[in-house]
């Protein structure tokens, strides 16, 4: 059976807020993305109204997903929910009449247009120029031909209320050139890229989270990790809320440092206090970062692809597995070497060589999160060969990782 692979890419604005994701597509046969075959729209809309779920995929955020002129033209389009989509036109689209007529006809009825991973000429501002009313975003690829044409062209955009978003920004560099432009919105892995500084220091929220992790790995009496806890008033009132959130089950509110630590454990604690270090409400009170996200998506498909190689497994390991994924984007936060940041810190020699050498079983299980990431899936598929799996278990645990980290970002309050 024809196996599909779905994976989406984080679209945030210049608040660093998660806005929505393009919604990459490939099947067992194809080896190119959505824009390979006139049928990979429907298959990916398809996808993820009645095999995944919109939830799934996407918590409550929009799809950028890729149409081409016939699918565009085509009746199906108007019953696809218009709440869940962004129908991106491939730049191979001309303007006709009667594509700017469907466009019109789309636009009426609330969907949201865009024009797909355009380089910005002036041949393709005026391409556009006849349906700026019906467009609600523009995406472009960012080079070093930036100049002040293509400023003068984005604030036009601008003027027209759309929205403009850099694609293909895997590097803070290019992240820099596309915010020199103007644009609204930046599409990639950019924000995941560590800026080594010299003599960086931590902030002191950070290092207090440090050591109230230590602590709880370490001998510490339950009496001195309350008054450590205590005294980080902005962590305990995070944990507060978070325990008393619905992701722990207790017959009653938990009201004291004291009793968490008593009824929920150090390690769990210690690797909530990680998660707390990627986002910004420790210290803004804002929605949580998509390096956040990111990372805790990581640390669910450690566990769960550790889980499917190894039945058997032991907590211990699985703990090790979730540290790997938790760490493996602390250089980011701190802006100090991966390497100088572990010295400072209690963890195995399994989990150190996984993170610095990619070496032992979760050394191989992080390189494959992070082709997962990437949407390499002939590397998945190389994976669920070596280990005998199922060729869709790999995508099924993704699916449901992606799924746990929307319920982690939006709680459902029952």
Known sequence: MENVYIGRQPVIDNDANLCAYEILYRDSKQENHIDSSRYASA????????????RSLLGHRRAFVKVDEKFLMHDLIFTIPQEFFIFSILQSVEMSERVVERMEQLYAKDYKLAINDIFLSKETFQKYKIVFKELSYIKIRIDDKLNIGTKKMVSEFSKNNIIVVATKIEELKEYELAKSIHCDWYQGYFFAE????????????????LKLYNLLLQDTNID??????EDAHEITVQLLQFINSGAFHFRNRISSIHHILTLVGRIPLAQWLMLMIYSKSVAKGNDSSPLMLMVKYRTELMENILKVIEPNVKNDMLGEAYFVGVLSLIDTVFGVELATLLEDM???????????????????????????????????????????????????????????????ESPIVE
């Open 43 to 54: 298959s990916v809309i398809n996808s993820v109204l009645n095999k995944f779920g919109t």
């Open 194 to 209: 560590p800026k080594i500084m010299e003599n960086a220091k931590y902030e002191p929220s950070q290092m207090k989270i």
């Open 224 to 229: 001195e990790l309350t008054t450590e806890f």
């Open 346 to 408: 209690h963890i195995s020699q399994e989990v150190e060589d996984a993170l610095l050498k990619e070496d032992g079983i979760l050394g191989e299980i992080f390189v494959l999160v992070k082709d997962i990431e990437m949407f390499n899936t002939s590397a998945v598929e190389a994976f669920e060969v070596k280990y005998s799996l199922p060729c869709d278990a790999i995508e099924n645990i993704a699916i449901q990782s992606m799924e746990d980290v929307n319920n982690f």
